[in-house]
């Protein structure tokens, strides 16, 4: 789980949704926005679309949570590119669906889309 001060509230993601820059993958549409805290933060959707089972959708955001907490965690042990990366709020929609089997792919895909918003 993802402390709390990491978490974006529902005004902010639509600022971020609104206001922020995109890139766009097969499984993900990343918006964000430069903030003025000493840190990122996180908001996920996976709209009832995706899956009709809530059961599924929350696995979708819990991996997306803990490759966003892997990356930043070690980025900031390995410090590179990480005082960049610290200061964004993003904001990560959901456009399909991913099975168990597709962790590694999604993990990939999810590490090259924050590197991304790193240039």
Do not use: H, T, W
Not at 10 to 27: D, Q, R, T
Not at 39 to 53: D, E, H, T
């Amino acid at each position: 789980m993802i402390q709390k001060k990491f978490r974006l509230k529902a005004e902010e993601i639509k600022i971020v949704l609104n206001k922020g820059k995109k890139i766009y993958s097969p499984y993900f549409s990343l918006y964000y926005l430069l903030n003025n805290l000493p840190y990122s933060r996180i908001g996920v959707i996976i709209n009832r679309k995706i899956s009709k089972l809530a059961v599924e959708r929350n696995y979708m955001k819990r991996i997306i949570k803990l490759v966003f907490r892997n990356f930043f965690l070690k980025e900031k042990e390995n410090k590179k590119n990480f005082k960049k990366l610290k200061e964004y709020d993003i904001v990560i929609v959901g456009k399909k669906r991913f099975l168990k089997k597709d962790f590694l792919k999604i993990e990939n895909e999810l590490i090259s889309l924050f590197r991304k918003v790193n240039q």
